[in-house]
């Protein structure tokens, strides 16, 4: 039983190209997060949701565009995929009231 | 700003002995505080929490951390290391923003253990 998902685990792409990370989330939480792990496992936020509604997002380039279908969705939409964007990304999750996160499993995005 | 410092990248004990991996935080207001722990290729898992009341919280897998105001401390702890703990650690701050809650990472520290 899934709580946090991503697909998928892993994306080899080229530089110039459109790709994008799918999270589903079953535990019923409000709000939702991306997180980006660099090369030197630094993480940091890039965007949360509530309710599908945008409520952080971390000066990320205009590039990224998440989306969010229903409060169980968020996606990750990368326009034009550049070689400092390889990266790990993590989807988490939490419920309303609480400060801690639920964390998916990661995708690694490795752009060529 | 709310933040959280764990110095250095990377300890290596033995096999059945203490760990202790450090975390400083600093914050304007009383924090929350976590330790997530990442196993090689997996994602983060919540190891254990600090919100309000008891300063010594336990976690899983035999861990625990205190929370010591005096020193802006949440350092973690296990007093016996055994080869499945070898993962990276994270102490993390909840920093709210906009009303909603975000995590602010340290570094992270490789631990590694030895038989």
């Known amino acids: 039983d899934t709580a946090v998902s991503q697909t998928p685990k892993y994306l080899v792409t080229q530089m110039g190209n459109d790709k994008s990370i799918k999270c589903e989330q079953n535990?019923?939480?409000?709000?939702m997060y991306w997180y980006k792990q660099d090369s030197k496992k630094f993480l940091k936020i890039m965007f949360s949701?509530?309710?599908?509604?945008?409520?952080i997002n971390e000066t990320v380039p205009n590039r990224f565009s998440p989306k969010s279908p229903d409060k169980a969705h968020l996606n990750l939409h990368i326009n034009s995929l550049e070689l400092g964007d390889s990266a790990v990304y993590f989807c988490?999750?939490?419920?309303?009231?609480?400060?801690?996160?639920?964390f998916g499993p990661g995708t690694r995005l490795t752009v060529t | 700003a709310q933040s959280v410092t764990q110095l250095g990248s990377h300890v290596s004990v033995s096999e059945g002995a203490l760990v202790l991996l450090r975390c400083n935080y600093s914050?304007?207001?009383?924090?929350?505080l976590f330790w997530y722990v990442q196993y090689p290729n997996q994602g983060l898992q919540l190891l254990l929490k600090?919100?309000?009341?008891?300063?010594l919280v336990k976690g899983i897998n035999g861990f625990e951390a205190e929370f010591k105001k005096s020193e802006t401390s949440f350092h973690l702890t296990k007093p016996s290391a055994h080869m499945s703990d070898a993962a990276e650690y994270f102490c993390?701050?909840?920093?709210?923003?906009?009303?909603?809650?975000?995590?602010?990472f340290g570094k992270g520290m490789k631990l590694t253990v030895n038989p």
């Open positions: 988490a999750s939490s419920p309303p009231g609480v400060p801690w996160q639920y």
């Open positions: 535990l019923g939480h409000d709000t």
């Open positions: 949701y509530n309710n599908k509604e945008l409520i």
């Open positions: 914050s304007s207001v009383p924090p929350y």
């Open positions: 600090y919100t309000t009341g008891a300063t």
């Open positions: 993390a701050v909840s920093l709210a923003q906009g009303g909603s809650e975000k995590l602010v």
